[in-house]
């Protein structure tokens, strides 16, 4: 039997994103959604409980957690292109294309919002169909990969999230951990020198502390001539 993965994509995509008191709100019904996920594994979905709790407890802590763990440094990075670009000018022409991408698809980037924001691309995700979904993160899955593995060498409960992103899009089981050690600094754009057709994954930084979340993927509005 085949599963909805659009709502627990986007339960994900809510848990990725900056902790500030405005995120924290919903987490209880995210955390309820990812409990009732059967796409996931019953262990994988109380490992996300946990982190749904922690992060409702520990308030200002939880947000210099992932200031520390996601802004400092590109192993860890949430701006995919980041991963595979660097520095380099093929980042703003991969920036356009991938907001075409979601402009095809009838729907339009808040303009506050970076595209190859992870977050961003699990909600555009989410608003596709199944397969087209899986297909979507199976193309920066390899990118995923990479950051689960720091993650999970840093002992971050954070990894269970991209693992599961992983789990619901159909990808192979990530390498065991003692398969080797990552740099933390690690040039992965060098890694990646040949990405997918979603032509890699970015801008350093996350979303500034304290600044508010707004919904990043909006409808397109029907035109004049549709009326």
């Known amino acids: 039997m085949k599963?909805?993965?659009?709502?627990?994509?986007?339960a994900l995509a809510h848990l990725l994103r900056y902790p500030d008191a405005a995120m924290r709100e919903p987490l209880p019904e995210v955390r309820s959604v990812l409990e009732t996920a059967t796409a996931l594994g019953k262990a994988r979905r109380a490992e996300l409980g946990a982190l749904a709790d922690r992060l409702?407890?520990?308030?200002?802590?939880?947000e210099a957690v992932y200031v520390g763990l996601f802004d400092r440094g590109r192993g860890t990075s949430l701006y995919l292109f980041e991963h595979v670009h660097g520095d380099s000018r093929d980042r703003g022409p991969a920036m356009v294309d991938l907001i075409k991408t979601y402009e095809r698809?009838?729907?339009?980037?808040d303009p506050s919002e970076l595209p190859d924001y992870l977050p961003v691309l699990l909600e555009f995700a989410s608003t596709q169909p199944p397969p087209e979904a899986s297909a979507f993160v199976g193309e920066f899955a390899h990118i995923l990969q990479a950051i689960a593995q720091t993650l999970r060498q840093r002992d971050s409960d954070y990894f269970c999230v991209i693992a599961a992103v992983l789990e619901l899009a159909g990808v192979p089981r990530l390498v065991p951990a003692d398969a080797g050690a990552v740099a933390?600094?690690?040039?992965?754009?060098?890694?990646?020198?040949?990405?997918?057709?979603f032509d890699g994954c970015s801008t350093q930084g996350q979303a500034a502390p304290g600044t508010p979340q707004p919904v990043h993927i909006l409808r397109r509005p029907p035109s004049a001539e549709a009326r």
């Open 105 to 109: 698809a009838g729907l339009l980037l």
């Open 56 to 62: 409702l407890a520990n308030g200002l802590h939880a």
């Open 184 to 197: 933390a600094e690690e040039p992965l754009d060098l890694s990646w020198a040949e990405p997918a057709a």
């Open 3 to 10: 599963h909805d993965i659009s709502v627990p994509l986007r």
